[in-house]
């Protein structure tokens, strides 16, 4: 009965700690952000797919970089 009684104040303590651990997080809030985007071309390439005649497969890649409403930007 001992070891019972000792077992449930352990398990108690550690539902005690769990519970003060997980409830402590802060909660993230999502923000709607408002931009713009402006991209532009830099290389184009069509390779053709040998699986079928005029298969083709095109590759382009784009620069660009957005604006965003409340000031800042990001490039890519």
Not at 12 to 32: R, Y
Not at 38 to 67: A, N
Request: positive net charge; glycine residues 14%.
């Amino acid at each position: 009965m001992m070891a019972t009684k000792k077992s449930m104040w352990v398990l108690l303590g550690i539902l005690l700690i769990s519970a003060w651990v997980l409830g402590a997080t802060i909660q993230a809030g999502a923000e709607t952000l408002n931009y713009k985007s402006y991209t532009y071309g830099i290389k184009q390439e069509v390779v053709p797919v040998d699986d079928m005649e005029g298969h083709t497969l095109g590759f382009d890649v784009r620069k660009g970089f957005y604006v965003f409403e409340k000031g800042g930007g990001c490039n890519r």
